[in-house]
């Protein structure tokens, strides 16, 4: 059967592209993704060896409403609310606490303008990518404020 009609042609060349390039990407993972599921892999392990030292600050619910401030608050490249993140970060009283929000967080899209940007990222990645690098650097003080409250709070994670 062929096809006359040129944009139903080119709709359905355009159709087999994106699905080749969807199949593609689901099965080579790229080194991002790959940190990400070691980082994530990682926290469940150490997640039974805290749960023997510390409990939970917080209700189990309260960590997905953290997870959601910090990433509504970067995930547009835009109107990127950095103080919320923050807020929110200095609120984790014990390693357990950042443990939980990194498993919960688990991994986002972060998108410019309404475009994916890159692949998914962790909790870590993403903060790092958002409060390190913003204008070559001139934004880390976060990041400084964040490891500075955690180390006297004896938290030994560090963005």
Known sequence: MEIKNPIIKNLLVGAGIFAGFKILTSIFKSDSEKASALILNEAEKEKQALEKKYKLSFN????????????EST??????NYGAVVDTLKKLKNDLDVNQLIKVYGTKQNYIF????????????????????????LTSYRINQINTDWTKKGIKYKL
């Open 114 to 137: 309404g475009i994916p940007q890159g692949a998914p990222r962790d909790l870590f990645t993403n903060l790092r990518a958002e409060l390190g690098n913003e204008y070559g650097g």
């Open 75 to 80: 995930k547009y490249g835009i109107g990127d």
């Open 60 to 71: 189990p619910s309260q960590y997905p409403a953290f997870a959601n401030i910090i990433y």
